[in-house]
């Protein structure tokens, strides 16, 4: 793995080669700087080169400090290709930095728009996105010079819609879309992917795959390409699409019918009247309890959205969320919303524009049981009692820096 993990690190059993990975070369947290490799106010960059490295294996990578982490994931993404036995098989996990805030990017980057997008940040954003799109490039060339091109498989995505609103918005849009990252109106949950390469029947190459996805899916898609069979594992809430997706099962019986959102501003953990709900519902809502948690559903065409939909929840053509000429900002939810309920047809109004609740109540009031049901089995992030204080290493070039931590 050569990137950004987030995905847990308050004990070194969280890490990446502790989770399946026989080496990482990345950050632990989940943003920093991308030349300084600082997050609140510590060094967060590692190469931990065997499987459960850990504690007195784990290496300060103060060499790379100054350098850009694109540049730095692309780099040891090249390595591992090269170092690699061609003869048996190679999982490799790049989770670049780039397009996440900070928006940071050698200037050589954004120069090349500077007549051609008039927005700074926007031009800022193309450079970042440039620089992951050169990296994509080496990468694959390094796979073609070792003759490994024709037997890889390369699975492009997003994690979820561009950050339009707040402090880690840097530039980008999801026009027609409404809203963006931290809601779920589809600006914040469709993710752009892509996936090419072996194993792909000619039949379905070059065609665009509509069935309905989620993250939760890759798991046991990717483990099908694999033959990895998931069995003796949790029950999963993902489902392999690799049958539909490479064209070896039809399309016309998606194995994804429906999927549950959930709104990533943590509302629900939060009493109605804390200061820290109003960061993402209007006014009205913080007063309104029925407006619920700000979850959604999906069943076919159909989308739900249960209380509020969460912050941004407007559409705009521009990077600048103030900019009133370029974006339509909504009324207050409680009156776009019938009795705390959103209806949209997503499929024929992929913009979220015609609530229709009130011509399609028996649609409604089925998904409104069906997420009742569903969110029995809802379980709130609990904070482990047993996690271990904060922790720093000393580093004599970058100082202090990160051990795992809470």
Request: proline share 7%.
């Amino acid at each position: 793995m050569s990137g950004k993990w987030h995905l847990g690190f308050s004990k070194w059993e969280s890490t990446p080669t502790f989770r399946g990975f026989d080496s990482f070369l990345g950050f632990y947290s989940g943003g920093e700087d991308y030349f300084t490799h600082q997050t609140s106010g510590a060094y967060d960059f590692r190469r931990d080169g065997t499987p459960r490295c850990g504690r007195n294996c784990s290496e300060i990578d103060s060499a790379d400090e100054g350098v850009y982490s694109t540049t730095v994931f692309t780099r040891e993404a090249i390595r591992v290709i090269g170092s690699h036995d061609p003869s048996s098989p190679l999982f490799l996990y790049l989770a670049y930095q780039g397009v996440h805030a900070p928006a940071e990017v050698p200037q050589s980057y954004v120069d090349p728009y500077n007549k051609t997008i008039p927005d700074p940040k926007r031009r800022t954003f193309a450079g970042m996105l440039s620089a992951v799109d050169e990296g994509i490039q080496n990468v694959t060339q390094a796979l073609k010079q070792k003759g490994m091109l024709e037997e890889t498989l390369i699975v492009f995505t997003s994690d979820n819609g561009g950050p339009i609103y707040g402090g880690d918005a840097v530039g980008a849009r999801n026009w027609p879309l409404r809203g963006g990252k931290h809601s779920i109106w589809e600006g914040g949950v469709r993710a752009t992917a892509f996936i090419t390469g072996h194993g792909i029947a000619d039949a379905v190459k070059g065609t665009e795959y509509n069935s309905l996805m989620h993250g939760a899916d890759w798991l046991p898609t990717l483990s099908s390409v694999a033959g990895y069979p998931l069995t003796g594992t949790l029950p999963l809430d993902g489902v392999s699409q690799w049958g539909q997706i490479s064209g070896s099962e039809d399309r016309a019986t998606p194995p994804r019918s429906g999927l549950v959102l959930g709104n990533s501003t943590n509302l629900c953990s939060w009493p109605v009247g804390d200061p820290r709900r109003s960061r993402y519902e209007t006014a009205a809502a913080v007063q309104d309890a029925k407006l619920g948690c700000g979850f959604g559903i999906r069943e076919g065409p159909w989308k739900l959205v249960q209380g509020y939909g969460g912050t941004p929840d407007w559409w705009c053509n521009t990077s600048k969320a103030g900019d009133k000429k370029h974006c339509r900002a909504l009324p207050q939810m409680r009156h776009d919303c019938p009795e705390g309920w959103c209806l949209f047809n997503v499929e024929k109004d992929p913009w979220e524009l015609d609530e229709c609740s009130k011509t399609h109540q028996t649609v409604a009031k089925q998904l409104q049981d069906r997420m009742s049901s569903m969110l029995q089995s809802y379980t709130q992030y609990e904070e482990d009692k047993a996690c271990p204080p904060v922790s720093y290493a000393t580093d004599p070039k970058v100082g202090k820096t990160w051990e795992p931590w809470c």
